[in-house]
């Protein structure tokens, strides 16, 4: 990856002025997805290799830098689902022939891509999937409708899980590469979100669409397996561009308490003022370690469900109480609707949502403790 | 202690508290007799990963070799270190 290029985007990235964030953030911009795939940040996980490397640990580096310096933080998500979705699930699961077919695009970020796994009525109960994939001689027929899909709207490309029907045995969760223009995929119902707003959601259905048996990424009956480590990637990068973003708050946040005057003095000077500046610092570094450790760990011989449900929980609260302390420290200026901040909460909330609620996490991992329930 | 038994050792005492090792068949239906669920198989691959320095997340799986104590024994003897692949 070119380092030069990466650090020319961040420079052009650090352009718009506060003002003219709230507009940047209405909808995906084309342009905008066409300079960062310019940066080479799709194509940091190049030298990942199926046994780790440092490609994971330059993305997560990237992400983070990412979600420092860009106002758009549905630009970020959508990168890393990219990334997550498409990019590393491939390259740690697919056939060398689909790897040699997709990668590069989805590398050069000229085909965007994203993964279908949420239902109507399986969303954290996965395994309660509908769509299915039907083995019919050498091609899996799929049918079923998906939502909440990031990318979907502007997808070339979906990671499908179906559960899995060969000669009527049902084979669990199966992964399968789908083009979106393929007959019986329909990826035009979008479905508008309160934040992350830059980042296109939408509805997936599937029509009987007939997926060749050489699209399916790795073992038949795999797909949990397979979306375990690829959510693992997801919430590792998507919590270290979180990081980012609350660094940012945290540049905003000092920058105006030492400007704004009160009492004939800057407002920082108060202590319970600076106090929520210092308690969103405190998170960051907490929760970067977190982040770092974890890169540093995950493709080792650990089992890391515990600390990156514990990560994920910890910097999506911490994302939230960064944000709601950088609108306290800006007074009614932070709540002004040309103002960021509102829009930064709106898009932080779902991060208790998204890549498995943080309520279902707690659950895991008090299951995975022992704790019988 | 051979691999098998060692599997079968940490099934019953994690996951079948109520069956001794000796009486698990080497070639029962873990998924099927629901000894193993999703969350169980994570578990049973961290511990995969801790005891025999398996890179558990970075390598493709087939679930189909974890359906059975032999056939988790025979993924630990061809992937941990130092193992003929």
């Known amino acids: 990856m070119d380092e030069e290029q990466w650090s020319m985007f961040m420079k052009e990235l650090r352009g718009p002025g506060e003002e003219e964030e709230p507009e940047l953030r209405k909808g995906f911009s084309l342009d905008l997805w066409g300079r960062l795939s310019e940066s080479g940040l799709f194509a940091s996980l190049s030298d990942m290799g199926r046994d780790g490397g440092a490609g994971l640990k330059t993305a997560v580096r990237r992400v983070r830098e990412l979600g420092r310096t860009s106002p758009d933080r549905g630009l970020t998500f959508s990168a890393v689902t990219q990334l997550a979705s498409t990019v590393y699930c491939l390259r740690g699961f697919a056939s060398k022939e689909l790897q040699e077919r997709y990668l590069p695009a989805a590398e050069a970020g000229t085909a965007i891509g994203g993964h279908a796994i949420t239902e109507a009525a399986a969303g954290s109960d996965v395994m309660n999937m509908a769509t299915t994939a039907t083995l019919r001689g050498d091609t899996y027929v799929l049918d079923g409708t998906k939502r909440f899909i990031t990318n979907a709207p502007v997808a070339s490309t979906l990671v499908v899980y179906a559960k899995t029907v060969e000669d009527g045995e049902e084979k669990g969760l199966s992964a399968f590469l789908v083009e979106t223009a393929w007959p019986g995929v329909d990826t035009s119902r979008a479905m508008p979100t309160a934040g992350l707003r830059s980042s296109p959601i939408g509805e997936v259905l599937l029509e009987e669409v007939e997926v060749p048996t050489s699209h399916r990424i790795g073992y038949s009956g795999a797909g949990l397996l397979i979306l375990d480590q690829v959510m693992k990637r997801e919430i590792l990068l998507a919590f270290a561009g979180n990081i980012g973003e609350m660094e940012r708050l945290v540049q905003r946040s000092v920058d105006h308490v030492n400007e704004r005057e009160q009492f004939g003095t800057s407002i920082g000077s108060n202590q319970l003022v600076a106090n929520r500046i210092v308690e969103s610092q405190i998170a960051i570094e907490l929760g970067g370690a977190l982040i770092e450790s974890i890169a540093d760990r995950i493709d080792g011989f650990d089992e890391m469900t515990i600390p990156i449900a514990a990560a994920k929980i910890f910097i999506s609260e911490a994302n939230v109480a960064s944000v709601l302390n950088a609108i306290q420290v800006h007074g009614g200026n932070g709540y002004l609707e040309t103002s960021p901040l509102p829009i930064d909460l709106m898009d932080a909330l779902p991060g208790a949502i998204y890549s498995g609620s943080n309520d279902l996490l707690r659950t895991k991992i008090a299951t995975m403790l022992g704790i019988v329930n | ?85």
């Open chain 2, 1 to 85: 202690m051979s691999t098998i038994n060692e599997v079968k050792d940490y099934i019953t005492e994690k996951f079948a508290k109520d069956i001794s090792s000796e009486d698990l068949p080497s070639d029962i239906d873990l998924n099927a007799t629901g000894i193993l669920t999703s969350v169980s198989t994570v578990q049973l691959l961290g511990w995969c990963g801790r005891t025999y320095r398996i890179p558990i997340n970075s390598i493709p799986i087939d679930p189909d070799v974890l359906k059975t104590p032999e056939g988790i024994a025979k993924f630990i003897d061809s992937h941990r270190v130092g193992a003929d692949k």
